[in-house]
């Protein structure tokens, strides 16, 4: 740049003028300050920005900005969200679980071996997940436990007199007449014993809580897997004394009698006999049973 051009354009910048303030009528001054172009062109910018910076923190720091900025997400909303996610996310998990649980328990049904160890993987899982039973002792029911202590003193001498067949049972499920029988044609796959409410469900032999839940149908359900293949099932239980995994005694108490399930029509025990992974009649293999009429 020409060096007389440019002092010409630094004179005009730093050239001052004085602004002042007049009374109309007399003219008289009140006020005045001497300024510069440069002077007036900081003192706006100066101004712009402390507007644009006031304006920026009071959208971005007050509940001004859901309103004043398109398309921001309220933090509640941001709360929400990731709750709903960490909920999916949670019943995924434990569809999972109970899927691979089933699958296995299916297997099993059917005389299969599962391949993995799938089965203790989600019987473990569902343990400790949502799914929560409750096992746990009130007051109202010390005397019904020292009950089933004292019949469970019991239960290895009984054991040797009432042992039968090697695929059967040891014990009866319940102290009761049978109301309905087998009838497979029927969908009823199992002996329906009546008893008193608040009865005690014994393990008809030794074996291992394979299921302890809750289902619409079935009520409380408890299921107990013994060698050669057998499987017991009793349903429509008021409560449950054992988790899956627990390893359980013929004639042990593993439930108390009750009606609970959409297919109860009153207090009883539903005992089902699986074989080899198929529904048998276990009215020939239990001990002093006398069927329905």
């Avoid at 920026?56 to 309220?74: D, I």
């Avoid at 019943?91 to 059917?110: E, F, K, M, P």
């Avoid at 109860?264 to 239990?286: I, M, Q, R």
Wanted: charged fraction near 20%.
């Amino acid at each position: 740049m020409n060096p007389s051009r440019s002092s010409r354009f630094r004179k005009w910048w730093l050239e001052r003028f004085r602004l002042s303030l007049q009374e109309r009528t007399t003219y008289s001054e009140r006020w005045q300050i001497g300024i510069s172009r440069w002077g007036v062109a900081l003192a706006g910018t100066t101004l712009l920005g402390s507007i644009a910076s006031l304006t920026y923190f009071t959208v971005a720091h007050t509940p001004l900005r859901e309103w004043a900025v398109p398309g921001y997400l309220a933090q509640t909303a941001r709360d929400d969200a990731q709750a709903a996610r960490q909920t999916a996310d949670s019943a995924l998990r434990v569809l999972d679980q109970q899927t691979r649980y089933l699958a296995a328990l299916s297997s099993i049904l059917r005389g299969e071996v599962p391949e993995t160890s799938d089965l203790a993987i989600a019987v473990d899982s569902l343990v400790t997940s949502e799914i929560d039973l409750d096992f746990s002792t009130e007051p109202t029911d010390s005397a019904l436990r020292a009950r089933i202590e004292e019949e469970d003193r019991f239960a290895l001498r009984r054991q040797g007199a009432e042992s039968i067949h090697s695929r059967g049972m040891s014990f009866r499920p319940v102290n009761g007449p049978a109301s309905a029988n087998y009838d497979a044609t029927a969908g009823h796959y199992g002996v329906d014993f009546v008893a008193p409410e608040g009865a005690t469900i014994h393990a008809v032999d030794d074996g291992t809580v394979l299921m302890a839940s809750y289902t619409v149908d079935g009520g409380y359900v408890i299921a107990l897997q013994h060698k050669a293949d057998r499987i017991s099932i009793y349903k429509h239980n008021q409560s449950l004394l054992h988790e899956p995994g627990d390893v359980v005694r013929a004639g042990e108490a593993i439930a108390i009698l009750g009606g609970t399930g959409t297919t109860s029509k009153g207090p009883h025990c539903h005992f089902e006999w699986w074989v080899d992974g198929a529904p048998l009649d276990p009215t020939p293999w239990l001990p002093g049973l006398n069927p329905a009429p």
